[in-house]
């Protein structure tokens, strides 16, 4: 069964809003879960999953966030899921509305997941109380969503701040080059923590590039990495 990554402004999928999701096999079952009338704050507020947790659970169907060419965001997408109970309805109709208040709540919002776990959907945010305002915004205009199906993590950063940051890179040079190295990909990862950029072996090794890009965005963590799987090929 297919699974996809719902992509948002640097390489435009449509949209930004809607994260659809795969039609389900007729043996699956979908996931209930007991009935609340509010999000809840997973406990102890954790923070938002990040690319190893998606990788070491059972993964989202979709991970709404800024990737461009982030590896494991396609490894999601990828693997098969023909045993495991995905796609609920329910879940997949408070993911679009949640995502559909990303852009009134920018301040805030740093990623959402649709099924982690299954049949739930994981909203990261900057701000708890922010989130859940967020959350009420969504039940207002969308009054047929089951916002108990809704877990709230925090993160550290909002979406918009950290594509700035990626926008500053990807246009720091015409040829797409960083103090000589080339650029090869750059994404935001699913926990909104900072930015990724691909680099060779070479520059993910320099301190110098490090230190060059903590100036360019400003201080804002960026993980340099050699991962040759993230390089586009060339159309």
């Known amino acids: ?11 435009a999928c449509s949209a930004l809003l809607p994260v659809t999701g795969c039609a389900r096999n007729a043996d699956q ?9 509010a999000p809840r704050a997973v406990p102890d507020e954790k923070n938002c999953p990040t690319a190893a947790d998606l990788q070491d659970n059972p993964e989202p169907t979709s991970v709404d966030a800024t990737p461009t060419n982030d590896p494991a965001a396609e490894e999601l997408s990828n693997d098969s899921i023909d045993d495991a109970l995905w796609n609920d309805p329910v879940a997949e109709a408070l993911s679009q509305a949640v995502g559909a208040q990303r852009d009134a709540f920018a301040d805030v919002y740093g990623s959402h997941m649709t099924d982690y776990p299954p049949g739930r959907v994981a909203l990261c945010v900057t701000d708890l109380a922010r989130g859940r305002q967020l959350a009420a915004a969504a039940k207002q205009a969308d009054p047929g969503i089951d916002l108990s199906r809704l877990d709230l993590y925090r993160c550290s950063y909002a979406e918009r701040t950290l594509v700035a940051a990626l926008d500053k890179i990807n246009t720091a040079d015409d040829q797409g080059r960083l103090l000589g190295f080339p650029l090869y990909s750059s994404w935001l990862p699913p926990d909104a923590s900072g930015v990724v950029v691909n680099t060779t072996a070479q520059g ?13 965005t400003g201080g804002l963590p960026v993980t340099v990495v050699n991962d040759t799987s993230a390089i586009p090929i060339p159309a």
């Open 1 to 11: 069964m297919r699974r996809h990554i719902a992509v948002a402004a640097l390489i």
């Open 29 to 37: 079952t979908v996931v209930t879960a007991p009935i609340r009338s």
């Open 204 to 216: 993910a090794a320099s301190q110098a590039l490090r230190d060059w890009l903590a100036a360019l």
